[in-house]
C-alpha cells in the first residue's frame, strides 16, 4: 500500500515565523510531488510543485525534496495569518496515473 | 481561463433519493479525477478517467455508485440510492501535460 504521510499537526507558529511543513512517503518509485494548501470550506489549491532532489523556492515557499530519505517538506517564510489552512501533500506512485494525498497538516499563524 | 467547475455545489437529500454530481474539466486536460473528502477519512480517491476512459474505479465504495465521462467536458457522478454515510464533500480535478490536478469548488452533498 502506497503512502504518504504527514504530522496532523496543527502546528503553530507566530506571524513572521518560518513554518515547516513535513512529509513522508513509502513508495521509492514516486518521481514529482505537489503541496496543495486548502482553506476551510474550500478546495484545494496547488501552491508547489518539485520533481528533483533539492530544494525549489517560489516566493515565501520553498519545498525540499529528498529522495534517499523519502521526504519532502515545505518552508513558509514570514508566516502570515493568511497562511493559516491545512496543507496536503501529494506523490504519484512509480506507474499510478493517480497522486497519493496525505491527511494534511493543518497550520495556525498567530497574529 | 475558467477553472474545474462544479455542480451542484451544494445538494441536500434524502435517504434513498439518487445524486447525480456534474463537471466540466479545465479544456484541453485529458485525465479527470473524482475524490470524496471527510473528516474522518481525508481525501479519498474514488475513480479517475484518462482520455474519457476510466482507469482506476478501485476506490468507488459499492455499487451504488456510478461515473461516466461521455465526452472530453463533462462528466458524472452518480449515487444510487442515496445513503446518510454518503455526506460528504465531493471534488472533481482534471490534469494537463503539467501533472498536477486543478479542482474544482466541491460539491457538499448532504444526505439526510
Known amino acids: 500500500q502506497k503512502e504518504v504521510e504527514q504530522n496532523s499537526g496543527p502546528l503553530s507558529v507566530p506571524e513572521g515565523a518560518i513554518a515547516s511543513l513535513n512529509c513522508t512517503y513509502s513508495?521509492?518509485?514516486?518521481?514529482?510531488f505537489f503541496w496543495y494548501r486548502q482553506y476551510s470550506g474550500k478546495s484545494p489549491e496547488l501552491i508547489m510543485f518539485?520533481?528533483?532532489?533539492g530544494d525549489k523556492e517560489d516566493g515565501r515557499f520553498t519545498a525540499q525534496l529528498n529522495k534517499a530519505s523519502q521526504y519532502v517538506s515545505l518552508l513558509i517564510r514570514d508566516s502570515q495569518p493568511s497562511d493559516s489552512a491545512t496543507y496536503l501533500c501529494?506523490?504519484?506512485?512509480?506507474?499510478?496515473?493517480?497522486?497519493?494525498f496525505g491527511k494534511g497538516t493543518k497550520l495556525s499563524v498567530k497574529p | 481561463d475558467a477553472g474545474v467547475i462544479q455542480s451542484p455545489r451544494h445538494e441536500v437529500t434524502e435517504m434513498g433519493q439518487e445524486v447525480t454530481l456534474r463537471c466540466k474539466p479545465i479544456?484541453?486536460?485529458?485525465?479527470l479525477f473524482w475524490y470524496r473528502q471527510t473528516m474522518m477519512r481525508g481525501l479519498e480517491l474514488l475513480i479517475y478517467?484518462?482520455?474519457?476512459?476510466?482507469?482506476?474505479d478501485s476506490g468507488m465504495p459499492e455499487d451504488r455508485f456510478s461515473a461516466k465521462m461521455p465526452n472530453a467536458s463533462f462528466s458524472t457522478l452518480k449515487i444510487q440510492p442515496s445513503e446518510p454515510r454518503d455526506s460528504a464533500v465531493y471534488f472533481c480535478?482534471?490534469?494537463?501535460?503539467?501533472?498536477?490536478?486543478?479542482f474544482g469548488p466541491g460539491t457538499r452533498l448532504t444526505v439526510l
Open positions: 513508495d521509492r518509485g514516486s518521481q514529482s
Open positions: 478517467f484518462n482520455n474519457n476512459v476510466p482507469i482506476d
Open positions: 479544456s484541453g486536460h485529458n485525465s
Open positions: 518539485i520533481y528533483s532532489n
Open positions: 480535478a482534471s490534469r494537463g501535460t503539467d501533472l498536477a490536478q486543478y
Open positions: 501529494a506523490g504519484y506512485g512509480g506507474s499510478q496515473g493517480n497522486l497519493i
